[in-house]
């Protein structure tokens, strides 16, 4: 409990500001920069979500599904996924991508290239996008987004298990040397296949990053041999498709990126996050590198959102495409995490904190998005009202991390 006080105490008693991280967080950095202090401050978070769930209505805390890490956490020496578990996730995220779509034959026009049911979840995401990024309810949105892929594979192919999750952290150093790329069949499959390029050119942006090890297609374990059905649209180094949702068959490109993993995903730039903002504008702004949200000691970062799109690179670093790479579901089941984690600090003050519009940075501008409005999700289900996906303890949820 050494920590507790000293968080809550600048939690606080001071304005939103990244000058919070220089007060003491009660953690020597070693703690910091090993992920001791995050694991800490998660077990803290939960806690307090614990207790909250106790005195609400939703889902019993003892009965709730538990998200587990990928990984053999040499730190902690706890092997979250064992290799069947592992396994087990990947056949059924290809089983979903083998069923057929539900989508009905007139819509199909606009959603040519929609090929099964794993891309209604693609094209959704990508014809959604300017209004769950940089937007009051990209948490939210993308909470219940990976929440319903949970529960597809599930229903429709008799997963067991729940949805694994990325600790950025333990790759942030060689992210191409990660387990999850070994490309045997308990791994995620191998990085791409290497091009040897040095940098990519981000149209959109106008803007050059360093190239990663790969930047091919996936060779080697499970998703060797799928297709992603839809874009590029927005990738540094990709030719974008004319339209966003035509059928355009391809490989699985990759290129897992040291260079970007050791400025933007460490734990220490995770536990900076989590440490530095109490109110929402600046936590989800920063996490996004929405430009109305700089943080002054690292004005060019990607934020970890970013970050992890661009580590791993190829259909990833596309974030309107990114769903049809299925790293996508580890990557944003921790953000979700992270998000849980900066909840449960304070939940008294943050369980309902929103902030924004409908669109993407406000541009074009939009209205500002309340809790009553209703979400929409377009093939994956009905609208749902923003209030209910606030608390992974209630509404259409009941699961927390671990
Ligand atoms: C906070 O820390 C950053 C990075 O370590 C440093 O550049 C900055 O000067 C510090 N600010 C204050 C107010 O101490
Ligand atoms: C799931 O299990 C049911 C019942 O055993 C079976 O009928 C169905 O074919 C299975 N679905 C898949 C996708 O394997
Ligand atoms: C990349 O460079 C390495 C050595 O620099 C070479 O062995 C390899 O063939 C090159 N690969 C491609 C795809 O050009
Ligand atoms: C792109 O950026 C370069 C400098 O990085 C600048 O010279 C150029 O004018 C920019 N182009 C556009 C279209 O903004
Ligand atoms: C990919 O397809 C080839 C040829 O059908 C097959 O031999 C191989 O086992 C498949 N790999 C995976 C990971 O499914
Ligand atoms: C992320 O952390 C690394 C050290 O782990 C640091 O060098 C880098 O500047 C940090 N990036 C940001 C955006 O804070
Ligand atoms: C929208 O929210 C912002 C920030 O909280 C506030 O300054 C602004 O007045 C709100 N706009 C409207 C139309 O309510
Ligand atoms: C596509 O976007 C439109 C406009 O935002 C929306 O009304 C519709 O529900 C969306 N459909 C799907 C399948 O995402
Ligand atoms: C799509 O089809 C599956 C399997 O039949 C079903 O479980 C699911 O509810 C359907 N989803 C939608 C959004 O219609
Ligand atoms: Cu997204």
Partial sequence: MRFTWKILVCLTSWPTSWALYNQSTGFPQEEIDNGVALQEIASQALGQMKQESQS????????????????????????????????????????????PANISADAKGTFQGVQSRYDEFVATHINLTEYIHVTADFLAWHRFFIHAFEDALKVECNYT????????????????????????????????????????????????????TGGGCVYGGPFSNYTVDMGPIDAPGQQPVQDDLEYNPRCLSRDVNPTVSKASITFRNTTKLVLSYDTIDWFQGVMQADQRFIDPTAPQSFGVHGGGHLTVGGVLADINTSPAEPMFWLHHAQIDRIWTIWQGLDPVNRRNAIWGTHTRSNDPPSSNMTLDEKIDFGFISQPLQFADLMNPLSGPFCYYYT
């Fill in 56 to 99: 609400s209505n939703g889902c019993r805390f003892e009965e709730a599904q538990v998200r587990r890490e990928w990984y053999l956490s040499l730190i902690w020496n706890r092997r979250d996924l064992s290799l069947a578990a592992r396994k087990e996730f990947t056949d059924a995220v290809m089983c979903l991508q083998s069923l």
């Fill in 161 to 212: 298990g729940t949805l694994p999750y990325w600790e950025w952290g333990y790759d942030a150093e060689n992210p191409q040397d990660s387990v999850l790329f070994n490309g045997d069949p308990y791994s995620m499959g191998t990085n791409g296949k290497d091009l040897n390029q040095t940098s990519l050119y981000w149209a959109s942006r106008n803007l050059s990053i360093p190239a990663g």
